[in-house]
């Protein structure tokens, strides 16, 4: 089974651009969760997506949305860059089934070095 | 939202036997707790999950007493290439998954 990919792998944007980051998710699995990770912490939980739809979202202001796609895949996309979005963000899959997260695990990619200048 | 707490960071020698604990008082009915594993520039990596008793893998054990108010990530003989930061995180994908700070393992020879 496939797992994971993320595109691209490293970017550099100013201040102000728009930027655009994909992932495609493991075979099998109908559920997309983004995270932003600055150096040195945790992973932050942006949002998550489920067959389609935003089905729960972080403290991330409105410039940062997304989208999934009917093959599961998602993007991710961020307005206005701001030097505070440099970061690894991470897009993880999981199977979901609807009305129960007690025991999702996550495959996570290898993710997307964004710096911001 | 259940909040873990963990050791900031760990220091161990090649062979030992490792063991991070965990505390999530708040843990509800229906979450499980995870455990991962994650390298520098790259993503975190299942390690084990469990509800309660004892969880065991072909890596790592995994100790959850009967209140399920923290648990116990064992590593047997670690060896250098598990220096990493562990998170251990309580509920399910997406939403629920919330990640702390994690414990930085440093693994020396």
């Known amino acids: 089974e496939t797992g994971v990919t993320q595109s691209p792998t490293h970017l550099i944007k100013t201040r102000g651009q728009q930027v655009t980051l994909r992932c495609s998710s493991q075979?099998?699995?109908?559920?997309v969760s983004w995270y932003q990770q600055a150096l040195g912490q945790g992973p932050q939980f942006i949002f998550q997506?489920?067959?389609?739809?935003?089905?729960g979202r972080g403290n991330f202001p409105p410039r940062f949305s997304g989208l999934q796609f009917p093959n599961y895949s998602s993007e991710l996309n961020v307005n206005a860059l701001e030097l505070d979005d440099s970061a690894l963000y991470l897009c993880?899959?999981?199977?979901?089934?609807?009305?129960?997260?007690?025991?999702?695990?996550?495959?996570f990619g290898a993710g997307s070095r964004l710096t911001v200048l | 939202l259940a909040k873990t707490t963990q050791p900031i960071s760990m220091d161990s020698y090649e062979g030992q036997e490792v063991n991070i604990t965990c505390s999530h008082n708040?843990?509800?009915?229906?979450?499980?707790i995870t455990w991962y594993q994650q390298f520098p520039s790259q993503g975190p990596r299942f390690i084990i999950q469990?509800?309660?008793t004892k969880v065991t893998n072909e890596v790592a054990s995994l100790f959850i007493p009967a209140d399920r108010k923290s648990s116990t990530l064992s590593l047997p003989r670690v060896s250098l290439s598990d220096t990493a930061v562990y998170y251990c995180?309580?509920?399910?994908?997406?939403?629920?998954?919330?990640f702390g700070a994690g414990t930085r393992l440093f693994v020396k020879a």
């Open positions: 075979s099998g699995h109908n559920t």
């Open positions: 708040n843990i509800a009915t229906n979450d499980y």
């Open positions: 997506y489920y067959r389609e739809e935003e089905n």
């Open positions: 469990g509800y309660k």
């Open positions: 993880a899959s999981s199977r979901g089934i609807e009305g129960w997260s007690g025991a999702n695990v996550l495959t």
């Open positions: 995180l309580v509920g399910g994908g997406g939403f629920k998954t919330i």
